[in-house]
């Protein structure tokens, strides 16, 4: 049986207190494993409780003993739901939402896997690792919580709500990841488990393996015990995408210069923007690796943990693109807007516009283009430890720890830009998904028998995006633990921590984008364009793509389903590529290439002015009381406390000016002297500097053995991302362009000249939350509960990204500019409520009994969140200058509405499970469901607001037990091949319109668990 003694001894961090619990569901390394009874009787019957059991117990024991508002999930649970990450499990949780998009800017990629954890509405989530603080490279500075690996996790806890001796960092709630250790088994254990898993779209079969080895013994010296683990994980899916982008009013009084519509010039009629179609295969692999070592002495007063953790994630995205071309805010016409066809061939289909919405029809773009795009990122965290529990007196506990968090995040984001001339294609926006017919003969058979480019396919752009960040934490913690029997004072806890975090940022910020064919966007140069990177003279720069089974058989009509891209492994490989060019005599793709630049960095793609590098300083002190009154008619115990914060920034950043596009004498004077095209030195600067107290306040009532009440308050920060914080600018000049009357080709002038830009901002100050629960919890068995958690959070300094104003001098020309980026604006409040209902049935007869749920439901309210603050208000952020005038540029302003909630706040939320439990049979199936949400306030291709649609996911997984030592099963995920959808929003009154849909695969695995 385990052994409590030895158990609470090995325990680490802030959680000594109820360490038999933890340590217990750490034990996932013996999944069914004895529990005996807890009741006070010498001749009890041990009851073996396994399987899913045996995991809700161990969840329901921690969210009953604990010291706050908590929710826990175990190993075991993550092991059996059909959920291919941790943050897919964590969406079970009462209170927890995930993303499923590569970024919250980014919905036109849809992630396959989750992306992202909110806890009750909000994404200012901390993350820990056995209690510590968790740091990484990536731009959020918390852990991808999909990238770490779940077989090297013991339980998984989300702290809603604060206790003193906790560090501070997450006002929407705490993810602590709980690993295994030695001395959490009695003996020695082996495990291991591989899985083979398939897509239906990808059609592809992925292994997962992880082994793990654990022992401990006795030696004249003390105990020794010592765990390893390790897990490779793949998975490929395949991810289709149909729809529009903005929609756009055209003709008389047209909100964007809209020019008018064939056959509707006398009318004000709303046309989408962009109609696209797109593929993406998506490679994700997963490495993960787990190492400890512990020592007591005999009489267990010294225990020393020293642990290493290292997780690796590599996803790699393949992905082809068909479009119209678009515009992003600025005026709508010219030979690229989508227009109403006049091809007398497209007689036979009618143009149907409905409340003056177009719904279907056959247009014509006059241009189609093709984006072949590949993305590798890559995500490394290792974390070492070291930490030494002394225990001088019974009643005295010392607790050191140490901690080093080494971290990178590498991506490389390339497209290349083909088009092909006369586009036509008939739209058909009615049914519940969107259709395409593509008519061009220039699409259905490309020439490729030396016709000229104007009539066939070229390459006439390409973007290089690289990104390599390193990020560093070492941390230092002393905790003083006394315990006092004889008071209602049950003990005292004070300590100290320190964190010293410095993050390199090396980004290319999306700057190196440039033309490599078309003549007329050559400047006369040599090469890239007409007859040399066309379909027809250089057919070896092009692959053809079959969109074989696309969005599973719906979405492209006709008899058009292949065509023709820039090669994917001439975008791989792009340094090679442009090389190539360069050297048979092509103009490089843009004379600002970073590889080919004389100013880079030897070795890299990054100019000195793409590093920056922020220092962040974090000291903190606490004291807590922890207290009890047993002799009571209703016994109370809790804590109370305090922490003090102190918190500093240094960043070093540069400003990036811009250069003028062709015809630049045609631009005022003041600005061709600013647009040089060079950057600043680093300028280093220190930031924000912020210290508070944060007190916390928590209490249990128990109302009955079975029954209790909870009533906790705090107050909370979170701290703003590092990448946020660079002191850094990064410039355009945009402008429109004054034709010639008799000649619409020649540029004669240019007018609505603005400096725009993005920005990064050194002062940003934590964002702050005073939060208050107030549960009733009812455990009326062991794996049964019935709870009810009412929760309110006041914000203050809400981190944002807005528009706003700031001058900008260079070469001794000042320009006012309008930028976009984050500031602290606004405050607000949110509550609701969380309703969970877990039981099993053990009351039934035979077979019946084997029967379970879990249901639990989520409410959130927000109040006076929403962004109030129009674009006219323009206040002093330290990046800029009170009263300035806001330029009214397009990208910044075009649809920058007020009024908007919170991005990924979902209004309801639940989860029902079905369960099932009997002998050798395990099974579950799982429906999760988040209501309509705001995915971002600012798309980055359309600048305007996003909305996922409402969305349910179900999943499921049977097991079989063959003997006590091996388990095999079949897991499905996405059985209801769930399509996601999204809406842009149209105006200032919320209305919106269809977006972008997307499906993907329905996976199926089988799985062996082998544990002896």
């Given amino acids: 049986m385990f052994n409590s003694k030895k158990g609470v001894a090995a325990m680490s961090g802030t959680h000594f207190k109820h360490s038999l619990l933890a340590a217990s569901i750490m034990a996932l390394s013996v999944p069914s494993f004895a529990q005996t009874n807890n009741a006070a009787t010498a001749d009890v019957e041990e009851v073996v409780v396994t399987g899913m059991r045996n995991s809700i117990q161990n969840a329901q024991d921690l969210k009953r003993n604990s010291d706050t508002v908590i929710d826990a999930i175990t190993a075991t649970d993550i092991g059996a739901l059909p959920d291919k990450s941790v943050t897919e499990a964590l969406q079970r949780v009462p209170g927890v939402t995930i993303e499923r998009f590569a970024s919250s800017e980014d919905p036109n990629h849809f992630a396959d896997e989750g992306t992202g954890v909110l806890v009750r509405g909000l994404d200012r989530v901390r993350s820990e690792i056995n209690g510590r603080d968790a740091f990484s490279a990536n731009p959020w500075g918390t852990l991808n ?53 398939y897509g239906d779209m990808r059609e592809t079969v992925t292994p997962v393996a992880s082994a793990l080895f654990s022992d401990r013994w006795e030696t004249g010296a003390g105990e020794f015990g010592f765990l390893v683990s390790a897990i490779q994980s793949e998975l490929e899916t395949r991810g289709d995408g149909i729809g529009v982008g903005n929609y756009y009013s055209r003709g008389p009084g047209a909100d964007a210069d809209g020019a008018p519509l064939n056959g509707y010039e006398d009318q004000q009629v709303y046309m989408p923007g962009v109609i696209s179609i797109r593929t993406a295969n998506n490679d994700r692999t997963r490495e993960g690796f787990g190492s400890s070592l512990q ?58 516009i409905e409340d003056g919405f177009f719904k279907a029809g056959a247009l014509d773009s006059g241009l189609l283009w093709y984006n072949t795009r590949f993305n590798d990122t890559d995500n490394s965290v290792e974390d070492a430890s070291f930490n030494l529990k002394l225990r001088p007196m019974d009643n005295l506990t010392i607790d050191l720890d140490v901690q080093r968090v080494d971290s990178s995040n590498t991506v490389v984001n390339n497209s290349f830009m083909s088009q092909s001339t006369g586009s036509r294609f008939y739209v058909d926006l009615r049914g519940s998904n969107p259709s395409i017919e593509y008519l061009s003969p220039s699409v259905r058979n490309p020439n490729t028998n030396g016709a000229a480019a104007t009539n066939t396919n070229f390459i006439r752009s390409l973007l290089e995006q690289n990104v390599d960040n390193d990020a560093k934490m070492d941390a230092y913690s002393a905790d003083v633990t006394y315990e006092i029997d004889d008071n209602w004072i049950t003990g005292v806890k004070a300590g100290v921590y320190y964190a010293d975090k410095d993050l390199v940022v090396r980004d290319t910020e999306y700057s190196n984008w440039g033309v490599v064919g078309g003549c007329g966007w050559c400047a006369g140069g040599p090469g890239f364009s007409g007859t040399s990177a066309d379909l027809s003279q250089s057919p070896t720069e092009f692959e053809k793509v079959t969109f074989d089974n696309f969005y599973r058989g719906a979405g492209i009509n006709g008899d058009t389903n292949e065509f023709w891209f820039a090669k994917m492994s001439s975008v791989e490989d792009l340094v090679e590529t442009t090389l190539r060019g360069y050297e048979n005599g092509w103009m490089p793709y843009g004379t600002g290439s970073q590889w080919l630049r004389a100013d880079r960095i030897p070795g890299t793609p990054f100019a000195p002015n ?73 300028v280093t600067v220190e930031g924000t500097d912020f210290s508070t107290v944060l007190p916390t306040f928590n209490l249990t009532a128990s109302l009955q053995d079975d029954l209790i009440a909870r009533f906790a308050v705090s107050k909370g920060l979170y701290y703003p991302s590092l990448t946020d914080t660079r002191n850094i600018k990064v410039m355009q000049i945009s402008k429109t362009d004054i034709t010639d009357p008799n000649d619409p080709t020649q540029v004669i002038g240019v007018t609505d000249v603005q400096l725009t830009g993005q920005a990064k901002n050194p002062f940003l100050e934590p964002e702050e939350s005073t939060n208050i629960d107030v549960t009733l919890e009812w455990y009326f068995n062991k794996t049964d509960s019935l709870t009810a958690s009412l929760f309110h959070k006041k914000l203050d300094n809400i981190i944002r990204e807005r528009a706003f104003a700031a001058p900008v001098t260079n070469n001794g020309v000042t320009l006012p500019g309008s930028f976009s980026g984050p500031v602290n604006e606004g405050s607000g409040d949110i509550q609701g409520i969380e309703l969970s209902y877990t039981q099993f049935y053990d009351s039934l007869p035979g077979l019946w009994s084997g029967l379970g ?160």
């Fill in 853 to 1012: 749920l879990q249901l639990n439901y989520t409410y959130i309210d927000q109040q006076d969140i929403n962004d109030s603050e129009g674009i006219d208000v323009i206040e002093d952020i330290r990046l800029g200058v009170d009263g300035l005038p806001l330029p009214q540029d397009g990208r910044n302003t075009f649809r920058s509405f007020t009024d908007l909630p919170l991005p990924s706040y979902s209004e309801n939320t639940f989860n029902i499970t079905g369960m099932y439990e009997y002998e050798s049979i395990s099974a579950r199936l799982a429906y999760n469901w988040r209501s309509e949400y705001l995915i971002t306030r600012r798309d980055s291709d359309w600048f305007a607001p996003v909305y996922a649609k409402d969305t349910g996911y179900l999943d499921g997984s049977v097991f079989y037990t063959l003997n006590e030592n091996i388990k095999v099963g079949l897991e499905v995920s996405n059985l209801l091949n769930t399509e996601t959808r999204t809406m842009n929003q149209l105006n200032q009154e919320g209305d919106k319109t269809d977006g972008l849909n997307f499906v993907t695969d329905r996976r199926y695995a089988l799985s062996l668990r082998a544990q002896f």
């Fill in 295 to 352: 020592w007591q002495n005999a009489d267990e007063t010294i225990v020393a943990t020293v642990e290493y953790i290292k997780a690796e994630a590599e996803l790699i995205t393949r992905e082809y693109v068909v479009y119209s071309p678009y515009e992003q805010g600025f005026v709508i016409g010219g030979n690229t807007a989508i227009n109403l066809s006049t091809n007398p061939d497209d007689a036979d289909f009618p143009t149907v």
């Fill in 610 to 682: 793409h590093v920056g590098a922020v220092n962040e300083e974090r000291q903190e002190a606490y004291v807590r009381v922890d207290y009890a009154f047993d002799d009571l008619a209703i016994p109370l115990k809790g804590n109370l406390g305090l922490r003090q914060v102190n918190y500093q920034l240094t960043s070093t950043g540069f400003e990036n000016y811009p250069t003028l596009s062709n015809n630049a004498t045609l631009y005022p004077q003041n600005v061709q002297d600013f647009a040089t095209g060079g950057s600043s030195e680093g």
């Fill in 145 to 197: 919580f999909e990238d770490i690996p779940p077989e090297l996790l013991g339980a998984v806890e989300v702290v809603k709500n604060q206790t003193a001796d906790r560090i501070s960092g997450g006002i929407a709630g705490t993810v602590n990841l709980v690993t295994r250790k030695p001395f959490d088994s009695e003996g020695r254990v082996l495990a291991a488990s591989a899985k083979a898993s």
